[in-house]
Structures are given as C-alpha cells and as structure tokens.
Nanobody
C-alpha cells in the first residue's frame, strides 16, 4: 500500500489543521493506521492510531482532547484533525499503516510497515 500525507502548513498557536493520509494500492480498510511526528531534536513519537476493524482510536497523552483521528474507508483516507495547536506540536507528521497491529504495539513505529512521506506542521507562538 502507498501512503500520501498532506495538509501540513503554518498556523498560529490555538489554530487548527487537518492532515490527510490517502492510500492506494490495496484495500485500505484492512489496515490500522497511525500518525507519528518527528522533530530534529527528538525521536519519532506516536500521536494517534485508528483500528481498521471498529475505528477505535488511541491517542498520545500530549494530544488527547485536542486531536481527533478518523477514517473514511470509501475514500481510502485517514484524517487527523488537530485543534488548539501549540508550538510544541511543530514537527513533520507521518502516517503509517499495517495489517497486523495489536494493542501492545500500536504506539511503536517499528510495528508499521508502510509509511507516507511526511507533511510539515509549524505552529507559531
């Protein structure tokens, strides 16, 4: 499966952005999809994930209550709605997918086989 992340940009603190992760190549609705982010000074960190089976979502504590992950299987797309953005949310955001994610590995980037190219989110203070 090929993933294409988009929607990044420059936004002021307190603003919103919606990222999209569009998939092609295979039936996307069998894949768990996760969002991760990375800055030059940090390792890649987990943001959110959504299961293929029941669309249940799981979030990092740092974004809980501000970010919402959702999916539209008819469009082969997963979204990350980001509200109340903070300067510390500035990062390159990546979407990732895999068919064999279990609960204990859903926050681990090494568990995901397929990755998009990343989209830059910059939040100014």
């Amino acid at each position: 499966v090929q993933l294409q992340a988009s929607g990044g940009g420059l936004v002021q603190a307190g603003g919103s952005l919606r990222l999209s992760c569009a998939a092609s190549g295979r039936t996307f609705n069998m894949y768990t999809v996760g969002w991760f982010r990375q800055t030059p000074r940090k390792e890649r960190e987990f943001v959110a994930t959504i299961k293929w089976s029941d669309s249940s979502a799981y979030y990092a504590d740092s974004v809980k209550g501000r970010f919402t992950i959702s999916r539209d299987n008819s469009k082969n797309t997963v979204y990350l709605q980001m509200n109340s953005l903070k300067p510390e949310d500035t990062a390159v955001y990546y979407c990732a997918a895999d068919r064999n994610i279990i609960s204990s590995s859903r926050t681990l980037d090494v568990a995901y086989d397929y990755w998009g190219q990343g989209t830059l989110v910059t939040v100014s203070s």
